[in-house]
C-alpha cells in the first residue's frame, strides 16, 4: 500500500472517520446487493482541496448536538457518476454531464450513509449525534483532517471519496497531528467493535420507488376548543406554536421525514430541505 499523508487523530477520530466510510460501504452493499470492500487510495489521489478547479461534487454535512462542526466530501466527476449510477441502476456514462439528477442521487446516497453514521457514531461517543445535510458547495473553511478512501465490489468499479473535517469538528472529536503512514483497509472479518450492520430491505424495494405517497407540510399546530372554531370568521387568526424562525416539517404517513424553510417556485410553495432524517425513519413512514 502506498504511502498517503494522514492524520494521527485520536481513537474517537479514527473511529468518526471509520464509521463514515463503513457506513457508505454498507449502504453501497444495501442498494446493489453485492460485498463491497474499502481501500486506502494510491499516492497520486491528491488533494481536490488544494485545487481550486477540481472537476467534482462537493457535499456538506454540519454535526450537531454530541458534536459541533462541519465535514465536506468531494467525488470526482467520474466517481460521482458511479456512485449515482448505482443508486439509480443505471450503468456509469464517463462522457455524461454532471447534472442535478446526478448531483441529487449522489446527496442521496450520502444521507443515507450520514443516517447509519449518525446512530453508530451515537453508541460509539457515548451521545446522540446529529448529522444534517447542507449544500452541495465547496466549504469555505480549510480542512483540519483529510482521510480519502475508494470503494468497489465485483460488478463496481473502484469509486474513491474524499473527507475533509472542519477545524472546529477536529477539536471536538480530538487532537489531531499529521504524519506520513502507510493507510492499509480494516480487516473486516477481523474488526472488534462492528458497526451494527443496516436492516436489508426486500431487493424489491427499488420497484415501489415510483409508488405516490401523501405528503404535507407543518408549519405548527394547536390545541383549540370547539367553540372557538364555531366563533371563527373571516379576518380570525389562529396562534401556532411555532415562531417564524423554527423550520418546517415534512410529513409522510404522519410522521417527519424533513424539515427546512418554505420557498416559493414560480408561484407555488416549496420546502428548501436542511434536514432530513434517518433512512430507516423514512421507511417507517412508508410502513405505517
Given at each position: 500500500?502506498s504511502?498517503t499523508?494522514?492524520?494521527?487523530?485520536s481513537?474517537?477520530?479514527?473511529?468518526?472517520c471509520?464509521?463514515?466510510f463503513e457506513?457508505?460501504?454498507?449502504?453501497?452493499?444495501?442498494?446493489?446487493?453485492?460485498?463491497?470492500?474499502?481501500q486506502?487510495?494510491s499516492h497520486?489521489?491528491?488533494d481536490?482541496?488544494?485545487?481550486?478547479?477540481?472537476e467534482g461534487?462537493?457535499v456538506?454535512?454540519?454535526?450537531?448536538?454530541?458534536l459541533?462542526?462541519?465535514?465536506?466530501l468531494f467525488?470526482?466527476?467520474?466517481?460521482?457518476?458511479?456512485l449515482?449510477g448505482?443508486?439509480?441502476?443505471e450503468?456509469?456514462d464517463?462522457?455524461?454531464?454532471?447534472?442535478d439528477?446526478?448531483?441529487?442521487?449522489?446527496?442521496?446516497l450520502?444521507?443515507?450513509?450520514?443516517?447509519?453514521?449518525?446512530?453508530?457514531?451515537?453508541?460509539?461517543?457515548?451521545g446522540?449525534?446529529?448529522?444534517v445535510?447542507?449544500?452541495?458547495?465547496?466549504?469555505?473553511?480549510?480542512?483540519?483532517?483529510?482521510v480519502?478512501?475508494?470503494?468497489?465490489s465485483?460488478?463496481v468499479?473502484?469509486?474513491?471519496?474524499?473527507l475533509?473535517?472542519?477545524?472546529?469538528?477536529?477539536?471536538?472529536i480530538?487532537?489531531?497531528t499529521?504524519?506520513?503512514?502507510?493507510v492499509?483497509?480494516?480487516?473486516q472479518?477481523?474488526?472488534?467493535?462492528p458497526l451494527?450492520?443496516l436492516?436489508?430491505?426486500?431487493?424489491?424495494?427499488r420497484?415501489?420507488?415510483?409508488?405516490?405517497?401523501?405528503?404535507?407540510?407543518?408549519?405548527?399546530?394547536?390545541q383549540?376548543?370547539?367553540?372557538?372554531?364555531?366563533?371563527?370568521?373571516?379576518?380570525?387568526?389562529?396562534e401556532?406554536?411555532?415562531q417564524?424562525?423554527?423550520?418546517?416539517?415534512?410529513l409522510?404517513?404522519?410522521?417527519?421525514?424533513?424539515?427546512?424553510?418554505?420557498?416559493?417556485?414560480?408561484?407555488n410553495?416549496?420546502?428548501?430541505v436542511?434536514e432530513?432524517?434517518?433512512r430507516?425513519?423514512?421507511?417507517?413512514?412508508?410502513?405505517?
Open positions: 500500500m504511502a499523508t494522514v492524520p494521527l487523530l481513537r474517537e477520530g479514527l473511529e468518526y471509520h464509521v463514515w457506513s457508505l460501504r454498507q449502504v453501497l452493499e444495501q442498494i446493489r446487493g453485492e460485498p463491497f470492500t474499502l486506502s487510495p497520486d489521489a491528491g481536490p482541496y488544494a485545487q481550486l478547479e477540481a461534487l462537493w456538506r454535512f454540519s454535526a450537531e448536538k454530541r459541533r462542526g462541519e465535514q465536506a467525488i470526482s466527476k467520474p466517481d460521482a457518476l458511479a449515482a448505482i443508486l439509480m441502476w450503468p456509469p464517463a462522457a455524461a454531464e454532471l447534472d439528477e446526478h448531483t441529487d442521487a449522489v446527496a442521496e450520502l444521507r443515507q450513509a450520514a443516517g447509519a453514521a449518525a446512530t453508530a457514531l451515537g453508541d460509539k461517543l457515548g446522540e449525534v446529529g448529522l445535510f447542507r449544500a452541495s458547495d465547496r466549504p469555505r473553511w480549510a480542512p483540519a483532517v483529510h480519502a478512501m475508494s470503494c468497489s465485483a460488478q468499479s473502484s469509486v474513491g471519496v474524499h475533509f473535517l472542519s477545524p472546529e469538528l477536529a477539536a471536538a480530538g487532537p489531531t499529521t504524519a506520513e503512514s502507510d492499509a483497509p480494516r480487516d472479518s477481523r474488526t472488534t467493535n451494527p450492520q436492516p436489508r430491505d426486500s431487493d424489491n424495494l420497484f415501489l420507488r415510483d409508488v405516490e405517497l401523501e405528503a404535507y407540510l407543518r408549519f405548527g399546530e394547536r383549540v376548543l370547539l367553540r372557538d372554531i364555531l366563533d371563527l370568521g373571516r379576518g380570525g387568526v389562529v401556532l406554536d411555532k417564524l424562525q423554527e423550520p418546517v416539517e415534512l409522510v404517513g404522519q410522521k417527519v421525514v424533513a424539515r427546512g424553510q418554505p420557498v416559493i417556485v414560480d408561484g410553495f416549496g420546502l428548501r436542511t432530513i432524517v434517518a430507516e425513519e423514512r421507511l417507517d413512514s412508508v410502513r405505517r
